[in-house]
């Protein structure tokens, strides 16, 4: 009896706190808290910011035509690596889609790459477009070939013009995605998801990278979530990422490149529920949060810029802050807008280097 009147004393307030809470008055409260400590953060963060001024290359370009200076940071960046995966915080993100294009055009212009793998299905008709030449080439193999936007309609007719203008040079296109085509799997997949995709897409590059492209570089289009190369991920918690096999087989051969941004719109669809249509819209980004990496990045340049994350001293303060979790964006090819669609990484650990877009605006699907 005395036990349970000590465990009502304290069991009163405790509740009179739950429901304190779970007003509108505790809710803001609550979000005022919150956002106290990421101001706090962003504070404490300002050493970080003072040497990603001195340790990033702004980039003096476009997300459509990257400058001399660019081009010279992307050539130290990638050295002498055989695969090359550019990765994406979002699968709808028009600048981030442009800069991909911009880096693959210098890659096999004048890096000698000259296979282009697209995380999506394989389809050889888009890559005999490609290679025919056809009128209208870029739209119809995009149209076969995920995101299916056109900004990569604006990739492959520029493929297609060069295998054109350099008959004497390769260029081939080909998809390593595993996913599936039946939406009532999507439940399962939610729940049972191992890494499998991501093995099987490794397993699948690596197979006609020497089987049928041997010896020849390439360029690997797809999330930051499959090119990264930790073996477990911290969020989601699955199996290893594509990029932790490819690092395995081809070691310092394969580079990966993140990248991430601060704010803007994407080009996403509602996540599939019953009831709800499968379009993609442009929807806006939940705001980024003080304290989080993208609002570090943002305060450093208020602009795009890259950064070599292997070349950062691990006992720097941006060293010891970047091997810590932080959050980048993370949005697959569905999304709610009031969520934060972000991820946790520690970025040395997950990638090589880093492109960082300040502002965004959603991607154009082709209709």
Not at 120 to 128: E, I, K, L, T, Y
Not at 167 to 185: H, I, V
Not at 255 to 261: G, S
Request: positive net charge; glycine residues 10%; proline residues 8%.
């Amino acid at each position: 009896m005395t036990w349970g009147r000590g465990a009502s004393r304290w069991l009163r307030p405790l509740w009179r706190l739950v429901r304190f809470l779970s007003s509108l008055r505790g809710f803001l409260l609550l979000c005022a808290l919150a956002l106290l400590a990421a101001l706090a953060l962003d504070l404490a963060n300002r050493p970080v910011v003072a040497q990603l001024r001195g340790e990033a290359h702004p980039v003096s370009g476009s997300p459509t035509a990257l400058s001399p200076a660019d081009k010279a940071y992307l050539r130290r960046l990638v050295g002498n690596a055989r695969v090359v995966g550019l990765g994406e915080g979002s699968h709808g993100t028009k600048e981030i889609f442009e800069y991909k294009a911009s880096i693959i055009r210098f890659l096999v212009e004048e890096m000698g790459f000259s296979v282009l793998g697209m995380e999506a299905p394989d389809d050889p008709v888009a890559n005999g477009i490609v290679q025919a030449g056809l009128p209208d080439a870029g739209e119809l193999a995009a149209r076969n070939m995920f995101p299916g936007t056109r900004e990569l309609a604006g990739l492959l007719g520029w493929m297609a013009r060069y295998r054109q203008q350099h008959p004497d040079r390769p260029l081939d296109l080909f998809g390593f995605d595993a996913a599936f085509d039946q939406p009532s799997w999507i439940p399962r997949f939610i729940i049972l998801d191992d890494g499998t995709r991501d093995r099987l897409m490794a397993e699948t590059i690596i197979t006609v990278l020497e089987k049928e492209y041997p010896g020849r570089k390439a360029v690997l289009w797809a999330h930051n979530g499959h090119v990264a190369f930790p073996e477990r991920a911290i969020y989601p918690l699955r199996g290893s990422p594509m990029g932790w096999y490819l690092r395995q087989r081809y070691g310092g051969g394969y580079f990966a490149l993140a990248t991430t941004f601060y704010s803007g719109r994407v080009l996403a669809m509602w996540p599939q529920l019953p009831g709800v249509g499968q379009e993609r819209v442009a929807m806006p980004i939940f705001p980024t949060l003080p304290g989080t990496a993208d609002s570090a990045f943002h305060r450093a340049f208020g602009g795009d810029f890259l950064l070599d994350l292997r070349a950062v001293r691990p006992d720097s303060p941006l060293g010891r802050w970047l091997r810590r979790p932080q959050l980048i964006k993370a949005i697959g090819s569905s999304y709610v807008p009031l969520l934060l669609g972000s991820s946790p990484a520690t970025l040395p650990d997950y990638f090589d280097a880093l492109l960082f877009v300040d502002k965004t605006t959603a991607a154009e699907p082709l209709r």
